[in-house]
T-cell receptor, first 113, second 113 residues
Framework: AQSVAQPEDQVNVAEGNPLTVKCTYS??????LFWYVQYPNRGLQFLLK??????LVKGSYGFEAEFNKSQTSFHLKKPSALVSDSALYFC???????????FGAGTRLAVHP | EAGVTQFPSHSVIEKGQTVTLRCDPI?????LYWYRRVMGKEIKFLLH????????ESGMPNNRFLAERTGGTYSTLKVQPAELEDSGVYFC???????????FGNGTRLTVT
């Protein structure tokens, strides 16, 4: 069965430091992978996606994600965290349809001044 | 452009009552999805409309849930009768095509007491 896992419930990072939010996947075939972000009291917003090609994908708000096939990972990264990046981050993959997504449990990112 | 809007933002009902959630997708978006996040668990797919037709309703938990999209514009999700385990956040999302990024609404938080 397809699955996406986010091993960390929460990640804490100081403003200005690099951040990583982890995601691992188990999907059949060539994986499509997504990151979405949910700010407080808001809906999910699309950040970036990996379909094929370059393993380093750049997205919105300075975020990027690295697809690693051998480690079945798709970690979200940002070189310098902002307090405004504090939010809930979800990794997702299609399961039976491009937008029929399975989501990880979510990782809460807290960026401290 | 106006985003995906959901109404109400919060609903508290008693077990056995009926609740209807509404979603207005972005104008021109033929694809409309319902997802829900129950009790802090993973976000789960419920169903997918293309215009007024149900493309995939495999995620609907049982026959207490009824989704409609008359005229291919807004959609409603009715829960009748509501049970305690239905409590959670119900998200609606829309996209222009079946392979373009999802735009999520802010969600409806349903509490069944």
């Amino acid at each position: 069965a397809q699955s996406v896992a986010q091993p960390e419930d929460q990640v804490n990072v100081a403003e200005g430091n690099p951040l990583t939010v982890k995601c691992t996947y188990s999907v059949s075939g060539n994986p499509y992978l997504f990151w979405y972000v949910q700010y407080p009291n808001r809906g999910l917003q699309f950040l970036l996606k990996y379909i094929t090609g370059d393993n380093l994908v750049k997205g919105s708000y300075g975020f990027e994600a690295e697809f690693n096939k051998s480690q079945t990972s798709f970690h979200l990264k940002k070189p310098s965290a902002l307090v405004s990046d504090s939010a809930l981050y979800f990794c997702a993959a299609p399961s039976g349809g491009y937008n029929k997504l399975i989501f990880g449990a979510g990782t809460r990112l807290a960026v401290h001044p | 452009e106006a985003g995906v809007t959901q109404f109400p933002s919060h609903s508290v009902i008693e077990k056995g009552q009926t609740v209807t959630l509404r979603c207005d997708p972005i104008s021109g978006h033929d694809n409309l999805y319902w997802y829900r996040r129950v009790m802090g668990k993973e976000i789960k797919f419920l169903l997918h409309f293309v215009k007024e037709s149900k493309q995939d309703e495999s995620g609907m938990p049982n026959n207490r849930f009824l989704a409609e999209r008359t005229g291919g514009t807004y959609s409603t999700l009715k829960v009748q009768p509501a049970e305690l385990e239905d409590s959670g956040v119900y998200f609606c999302a829309s996209s222009t095509t079946g392979q373009s990024p999802l735009h999520f609404g802010n969600g409806t938080r349903l509490t069944v007491t």
